[in-house]
């Protein structure tokens, strides 16, 4: 395994170990460029996860403080918990659900597709799905997605099954175990899928992908890639030409550290990686680090999200094997007929009774609240994954009074759901509550957004230098040598679960980086 | 398909191998029958038996499973005996806001919170104090120490980890019987 030196500034130092930044630390790592990864959390290996909601939250979640702010329902029910993300090696790909989807041809283009949005910052991507697409096959072939590659479905489990009939009598055609990264046969090392039900606790029997124990370990095998966990970057450094030198960070031991690098990378998931340009003002960047657009932090998505449980007169038993365990993707077609632009996924869900009691009517209590808990037996449910619209004013911020334990200000999520937004959970929650009640749901229940999984596009890419951060290939437009490469670069966020995207791009900035390393452009 | 077994997993045996060792009385709670008017509460640090049970009716009342014996609303507030213990300002939150309920009580009721007999006129007077630091504070940490109760979970028809159990692929993750079969 690799040590580099702190003064050795021939490195690329990536922040974050995630979805991209643990696979652009393996691909550059492949390629033979030398690599350090600070990762803020610690490293907890498959044998370590806990098969416990809140346990495991405790191990793996993002808790230090954050605040919520704006009109989102989210900011009262949950005021310091705005995101559900993950600080450990691996990043949230530890608790993902796998559930790995293309985005579709229009969903680059939405500026043009859907017009003008009043309210909306809408912007088409500076790349297309045909750029993406080798890269998408690269990733699928990589996590080792379902219904690619000759790799079979996954097997239907009970919550499927409810949602499938329900399906049928809706009329719904597209409706299938998933795209998933979960191995339904044994691939790459690693084994099937066991049913455990607890993907979202981290994959104790490693058939889910996860950055933590693929991409890592492969890398960190080549002898080109160190992993520090415990290693929490506070700034990031540049020379008087204005280029990146390096990245400040606190140690395990509270010990401020100095990593020179060559080239530096940006994957700390769309809260932290505005929050760390912010609090990289310098004279020359008055307004934080590359954002001379002023866009840096805003834009920020989540998706349109919510829940539709219902309860039937016998078990269903959800929480029985994957979490997500299958699609209807009749919805996600742009059809302004519904009302809205853009579209949205119905994929299944389940809780353990811990989480559920927690989200499923935040400060509910009485009777009406316990009445639902008390068909958990009986419950099925799915969640909604729909397309949010861009705002400026959705935005990450330093917060003015509140700092962490390294005196850095904690970061603010503001976020307004946009009317579209509202439009389109509504009819969400009236399909899915009318597809239950198809197959003889007794009572459904319309659960509000959980804290956000998904975080995207605060510092967006975008052709002209004006209208973003970074352009085509994540490269900042004020720092050449500084690249954004986790979610936040998205110019837009689409109608699907993101993480495929997050990882085809790192592939493909990953072959850029090499390339312009070689010709010493970097 | 497999059913949850929801009988209590506490025997006589345990039971009373847990008194020969001294466990706290709410550990086997639930299988003597202890309930919320018992003398669970004699033993408190910082607050008084009185306060102690008004937590566990008001626990009750705040999440009412009639399938949950008052053991598990016992375990779930006996914490904030040892926190007010530790933090006098806690511990005058607690004693403030039940004293508010008492005299709520006893004015509309003629009883104390814990004396008033219907589950709805209690939960009338809990609506009146809901927006208080002292209600958001026990739900708020009610939510999680009910909830989070292992020996509660098959009761609601959960099973827990599964991992020790290889997993639900042979145990009925895909055994569902009763949909329409068109
Ligand atoms: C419960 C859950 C279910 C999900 N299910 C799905 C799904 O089915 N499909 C899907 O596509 N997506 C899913 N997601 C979302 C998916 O996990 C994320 O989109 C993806 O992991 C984001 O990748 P990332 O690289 O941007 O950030 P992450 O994977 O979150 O990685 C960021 C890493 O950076 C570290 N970091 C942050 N700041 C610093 C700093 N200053 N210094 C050092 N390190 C830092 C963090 O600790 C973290 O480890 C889910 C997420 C959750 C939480
Ligand atoms: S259900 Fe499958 S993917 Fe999910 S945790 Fe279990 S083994 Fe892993």
């Known amino acids: 395994m690799a040590n580099f030196d702190l003064n050795d500034d021939s490195l690329v130092v990536i922040i974050g170990s995630g979805a991209g930044g643990g696979t652009l630390g393996n691909e550059l790592a492949q390629k033979g460029i030398k690599v350090v990864i600070l990762e803020a959390g610690g490293r907890y290996e498959k044998e370590d996860f806990i098969n416990d909601e809140w346990e495991s939250f405790a191990q793996l979640g993002w808790r230090d403080m954050r605040t919520g702010s704006g009109s989102w329902q989210v900011a009262t029910d949950f005021p310091n918990l705005p995101a559900w993300i993950v600080k450990a090696v691996g990043g949230s790909t530890t608790h993902w659900a796998g559930a790995s989807l293309r985005f579709k041809e229009h969903e680059f283009r939405t500026q043009e597709t859907y017009g003008n949005i009043t309210g909306a910052n809408l912007l088409d991507w500076p790349i297309t799905l045909a750029d993406l697409e080798p890269y998408y096959e690269k990733a699928e072939d990589k996590m080792g997605v379902t219904r690619t590659n000759n790799i079979p479905g996954l097997p239907p489990n009970n919550n499927f099954k409810v949602m499938a009939a329900g399906a049928k009598r809706m009329g719904y055609k597209e409706v299938h175990t998933g795209r998933m990264a979960i191995n339904s046969e044994p691939r790459d090392g690693r084994g099937s899928c066991l049913q455990l039900g607890f993907c979202f606790q981290g994959c104790k029997s490693g058939a889910k992908w996860s950055t933590l124990y693929t991409e890592i370990p492969k890398g960190e095998d080549t002898g080109n890639l160190e992993v520090r966990p415990n290693s929490m970057a506070i700034r990031i450094e540049h020379d008087d030409a204005g280029k990146a030198t390096g990245v400040v960070y606190v140690d395990g031991d509270g010990n401020t550290q100095r990593q020179k690098a060559r080239v530096v990378c940006l994957a700390g998931n769309s809260i932290e990686s505005p929050r760390l340009l912010l609090n990289s003002a310098s004279n020359m960047f008055p307004d934080g680090l590359a954002n001379s657009s002023g866009e840096v932090g805003r834009n920020y998505m989540r998706h349109v999200t919510g829940s539709v449980y219902a309860a039937f007169e016998k078990p269903v038993h959800f929480y029985r094997g994957t979490v997500m365990a299958g699609i209807i993707r009749d919805e996600s077609e742009n059809n302004p007929g519904r009302g809205f632009v853009g579209g949205y996924e119905l994929e299944t869900l389940s809780l353990g009774v811990p989480l559920m009691a927690a989200f499923m009517k935040p400060g509910g209590w009485g009777r009406t609240f316990t009445s639902a808990l008390d068909q958990y037996e009986n419950l099925a449910g799915m969640w909604i994954v729909g397309e949010d619209m861009p705002q400026q004013t959705n935005r990450i911020t330093l917060h003015s009074t509140i700092v962490d334990q390294n005196e850095m200000p904690v970061a603010d999520v503001h976020y307004d759901d946009h009317p579209n937004d509202v439009m389109m959970r509504n009819h969400a929650y009236e399909q899915g509550s009318a597809l239950y009640k198809s197959v003889g749901a007794v009572a459904t229940y319309p659960t509000p957004p959980y804290p956000s999984t998904h975080n995207l596009g605060t510092n967006r890419m975008s052709e002209k230098a004006r209208d973003g951060v970074c352009n085509k290939w994540g490269q900042t437009h004020d720092v050449s040598n500084l690249f954004i490469s986790d979610g936040s670069q998205f110019t837009t966020g689409a109608s699907c679960n993101p993480t495929l995207t997050i990882v085809a791009l790192a592939i493909r900035q990953a072959d850029h980086i090499a390339d312009a390393m070689s010709r010493k452009d970097l | ?182």
Do not use: C
């Open chain 2, 1 to 182: 398909m497999r059913l949850v077994d929801k009988r209590s997993k506490y025997n006589r045996r345990t039971v009373l191998k847990g008194m020969a060792t001294g466990a706290p009385a709410a550990a086997f709670a639930g299988s003597m029958g202890l309930s919320i008017e018992d003398a669970w509460a004699d033993s408190g640090k910082a607050l008084s038996p009185a306060t102690m049970k008004t937590l566990a009716k008001m626990a009750r009342d705040i999440y009412p499973h009639d399938f949950l014996s008052d053991h598990f609303y016992i375990v779930a507030v006996m914490p904030w005996d040892e926190k007010a213990a530790q933090d006098d300002a806690l511990k005058g939150v607690i004693e403030a806001g039940v004293a508010q309920l008492d005299s709520l009580a006893t004015t509309r009721f003629k009883a104390p919170y814990a004396g008033v007999g219907w589950e709805e006129d209690r939960v009338e007077l809990l609506e009146e104090i809901e927006d208080s630091e002292f209600f958001q504070r026990i739900r708020g940490d009610l939510v999680v120490s009910l909830y989070n109760q292992k020996e509660a979970w098959p009761k609601f028809g959960y099973e827990g980890s599964s991992f020790e159990h290889g997993g639900y692929l042979h145990r009925g993750f895909d055994d569902i019987d009763w949909l329409p079969e068109d």
